[in-house]
């Protein structure tokens, strides 16, 4: 076979296997491309926000939950600093009162915008279920620790009624061994008595 005729064989094979394509008209104008903006919700930002400050230390965490909490609370009322407070009160690290603000800045939130208040619903759902399982853990370790408190109050008792008791037993072995020795005494004047009478 000459060079020609490979070639024509490997073109057509191309055009089959859809490797090339060979246009014959004219084209086609190109379609309008579609472009997708995503606009991230509240609660996206916020949880991408305490995704992003997870590891924050808990110095770092309280001196910018202060600042957010100043800019948030001043003259300013900078809106768009509430989502960050509210993302640094559900840190690890928050304070049990900065969790509860956070979680009343988030109720108001969802007042405030309705739009959002769906997917804002969801994380106060979760935040008041976490407050829930704080506080009947916080209530279970108080009844732990009064167990605990009684049961140290009890053992002490019982201890020092041990330590009376042995007192007392060794202040009974002694007169045991008294009345013992007085009992040898006594058989001895009344053998000595015995001896004399006959």
């Known amino acids: 076979m000459n060079k020609w005729s490979v070639m024509a064989i490997v073109l057509v094979g191309c055009l089959f296997s859809g490797c090339a394509v060979l246009e014959l008209g004219p084209s086609l104008p190109d379609e309008a491309e579609t472009y997708v903006i995503f606009q991230p919700s509240d609660a996206d930002m ?10 924050l230390t808990r110095n770092e965490m309280r001196e910018k939950y202060a600042f957010l909490e100043e800019q ?61 399982e704080k506080i009947s853990r916080w209530t279970l370790a108080n009844r732990h620790l009064d167990e605990k408190e009684g049961l140290e109050a009890e053992n002490k ?31 001895d004047i009344e053998n000595i008595l015995k001896s004399r009478e006959r």
């Open 46 to 55: 916020i949880l991408s926000c305490l995704a992003e400050q997870e590891d």
């Open 72 to 132: 948030v609370s001043g003259k300013d009322n900078k809106d768009d600093k509430i989502l960050d407070l509210i993302c640094l009160s559900l840190h690890r690290q928050a304070s049990y009162q900065q969790f509860k603000d956070g979680m009343e800045y988030l109720a108001a939130r969802i007042d405030m915008y309705p739009n959002q208040a769906s997917s804002l619903q969801g994380i106060l759902i979760l935040a008041q279920r976490i407050d829930r």
């Open 157 to 187: 008792e019982l201890l020092e009624r041990n330590q009376l008791l042995q007192a007392n037993a060794v202040q009974d072995q002694a007169r045991i061994a008294e009345l013992q020795n007085q009992i040898e005494q006594l058989k």
